[in-house]
């Protein structure tokens, strides 16, 4: 009988079959020959789980239906894990990204508006599933946006009640976002206090293309000519820091995106450059040492990477984030580390391109726990294949 869709369509293949076999041959024409492999049986029993509730893709994409479907998925596999001789917690988990992963296509192809299947009230009712990454910090998707939410209500707090004096909120949230999604490292936007080199001493915005969304910033490679990268700034990364170019209108190119807010090394810079009976003469007349150094074009010294540490220490506490044993704040690496895997999990490529390292295997060595993870679900599935096959042979 053919499906709603099909009706709709009219065409003989239904509409989540297409994109299941479009987002599988992508993924091996793309050198995920592997990946496509694993996720195919996931994908061919979700559509049959899917069908088995008279649903198709149309469904998927409404806005109410969609994450009500995808949370009904994530309880079926939660039941699934629970089940004594069941998948385990983090083959369930994998199942429900490589769907995420083949929704998520069908957004970029134009075939679904939105992926239900990143909803939260979906993702919620998976097991729990913590992953072996030995000491290493991660941000999860859940801290990330605990952290972002929290940094914007801040700011934009601070930036209604006075715009041009919100700098250090505004400030805050654009190092946070730019941190969380834009997958770069802290001492290529702020200040190394033990590199000297060019590119270490602070983003400058001249290096910050807003219309483009891209950084350059001096990245880690070896390769003498590639050091200095241009690195992506998705949406909300580019969105603060569009935010904080206008609080803090910069009046030079060089002035640093990440400016430090400690008052003693502010007026330490102004002296130096401006001398002590000045600074205090234009200190009276602009009311504070930053609108002195703005007025004169005194470029300030750019927040450190010890800086930059210390306001994530309070903005963690102050968000009342969960942490797992041991740690105490959200550390800048692990927001690298968090964006690099959730991209891992849906594409390796953009997740090796994001990270900006030269070979896809720099990227598989800090993601092995996933790989491993899929091979689980990998042989899981093919288990449960063989099981069904035996049962079909056996006389009824």
């Known amino acids: 009988m053919a499906s709603a869709d099909d009706a709709r369509s ?12 479009d987002f599988l041959e992508s993924k091996a024409e793309r050198g995920s020959g592997a990946y496509a492999a694993s996720a195919a049986s996931v994908l061919d029993r979700f559509a049959e789980w899917l069908a088995a509730r008279d649903r198709t893709l149309a469904d998927l994409d409404d806005e109410r239906r969609g994450p009500q479907l995808m949370r009904g998925y994530a309880k079926h596999l939660r039941r699934r894990a629970n089940a004594a001789d069941g998948i385990s917690a983090a083959t369930a988990n994998t199942y429900y990204a490589y ?16 992926n239900p299947a ?20 991660f941000w999860s998707r859940d801290q990330r946006d605990a952290l972002v939410e929290h940094a914007a209500r801040r700011a934009s707090t601070a930036i209604e009640a006075e715009p041009f004096a919100a700098l250090t909120e505004a400030r805050d949230h654009a190092l946070v976002a730019t941190l ?37 910033v001096l990245g880690k490679s070896k390769t003498e000519g590639k050091r200095w990268q241009h690195a992506s700034l998705p949406g909300p990364a580019r969105d603060a820091l569009a935010t904080l170019k206008r609080v803090q209108r910069p009046p030079t190119p060089d002035w640093p995106v990440f400016v430090t807010d400690h008052a003693p090394t502010l007026w330490s810079c102004a002296r130096e450059e401006l001398g002590d009976e000045r600074v205090d003469d234009l200190v009276a007349e602009h009311g504070d040492v930053g609108a002195v150094l703005r007025a004169e074009a005194v470029v300030p010294p750019a927040l450190t990477t010890d800086g930059g540490r210390s306001v994530l220490r309070r903005l963690t506490d102050a968000a ?13 690496h692990g927001a690298r580390r968090g964006i690099g895997e959730e991209l891992y999990r849906v594409d390796r490529g953009l997740a090796q391109d994001l990270l900006r390292h030269e070979e896809l295997s720099t990227t598989k060595d800090h993601y092995q726990h996933i790989d491993a993870a899929e091979r689980t679900a ?12 035996r049962g079909d042979d056996e006389p009824r």
Request: glycine fraction near 10%.
């Open 99 to 114: 769907v995420s992963g083949c929704l998520a296509y069908g957004v970029r192809d134009m075939t679904l508006s939105v």
């Open 378 to 389: 990998a042989i899981d599935a093919e288990l449960e294949r063989l099981d069904d096959e």
């Open 118 to 137: 990143r909803s939260e009230t979906a993702r919620e009712e998976l097991p729990a599933a913590e992953g072996k990454r030995s000491d290493q910090q």
């Open 320 to 332: 009342g984030i969960d942490l797992p044993d041991g740690a105490s704040y959200l550390k800048p």
């Open 180 to 216: 969380a999604f834009a997958g770069v490292r802290g001492a290529e936007v702020l200040c190394h206090r033990k590199d000297d080199r060019r590119g270490r001493q602070g983003l400058r915005w001249s290096r910050v293309d807003l219309d483009d969304g891209t950084v350059e």
């Open 10 to 21: 009219g065409e003989s293949e239904p509409p989540l079959r297409r994109l299941v076999d």
